[in-house]
C-alpha cells in the first residue's frame, strides 16, 4: 500500500507529494486514458510520453556531464489545488493568465 505523504518547503512555497511503499504488496495507482491517473484516491495529471523520453534523453546527457538529474515529482497545484506531475513547473497550466514566465522559470 501506498502513503501520500505532504512535505511543504518553506525557502520555495511549494507542496511536494511523494509516495512511500509499505511492507504490502497492494498496488493502487491505476491508469486512465485521457492522460491522468489514481494514485492513492488522488487523480494526477501526467505528463504526455514524449515529455518523459525528452527527460530521460536529457538526463543521461546530464549524468555524463556530472550534473544531478532532472526528477518528475508529483505536485499540488498552487491556485487549483490539483495533484499534477511535473519537472519544475508549480502549476498545472490552469492559471495561464494569471502566471508568466521570466526566463524560463514560472512567475506567480
Known amino acids: 500500500m501506498y502513503k501520500c ?3 511543504n518547503k518553506a525557502l520555495s512555497n511549494e507542496q511536494d507529494i ?6 504490502s504488496n497492494i498496488n ?3 491508469e486512465l486514458a485521457n492522460g491522468e491517473r ?3 484516491g488522488c487523480r494526477v495529471k501526467t505528463l504526455p510520453p514524449s515529455v518523459i523520453k525528452d527527460i530521460e534523453q536529457k538526463n543521461i546527457a ?3 556531464a556530472g550534473l544531478s538529474p532532472i526528477h518528475v515529482r ?3 497545484c498552487l491556485t487549483c489545488g490539483s495533484m499534477f506531475e511535473s519537472a519544475g ?4 497550466g490552469c492559471s495561464s493568465r ?10 506567480i
Open 28 to 30: 493502487s495507482i491505476s
Open 89 to 92: 513547473n508549480r502549476t498545472c
Open 5 to 7: 505523504i505532504h512535505t
Open 74 to 76: 508529483v505536485r499540488r
Open 18 to 23: 511523494t509516495t512511500l511503499k509499505d511492507d
Open 38 to 40: 489514481f494514485e492513492n
Open 62 to 64: 546530464r549524468r555524463l
Open 98 to 107: 494569471t502566471a508568466g514566465t521570466i526566463a524560463g522559470r514560472e512567475i
